[in-house]
């Protein structure tokens, strides 16, 4: 079994993944698939103070 992090890319979130995260899951993986703070749903989380180096972070 292996673990998938699907991230997104701009203008997107962790729904973007929605049809492919399940064929993953069936074949017996497992997936994450966050939305990044600044991003998507979570644009209010302090867009304005996020970079690579905090987006890195989050995904860990």
């Given amino acids: 079994m292996t673990t998938?992090?699907?991230?997104?890319?701009?203008w997107h979130g962790g729904w973007c993944w929605d049809r492919v995260a399940p064929l993953l899951e069936v074949a017996g993986h497992r997936v994450a698939a966050p939305t990044?703070?600044?991003l998507g749903g979570r644009q209010?989380?302090?867009a304005t103070r996020?970079?690579?180096?905090?987006?890195?972070g989050r995904a860990n």
């Fill in 36 to 38: 990044l703070s600044g």
């Fill in 44 to 46: 209010e989380v302090g």
């Fill in 50 to 56: 996020i970079g690579t180096p905090r987006r890195v």
């Fill in 4 to 10: 998938f992090v699907l991230i997104h890319g701009a």
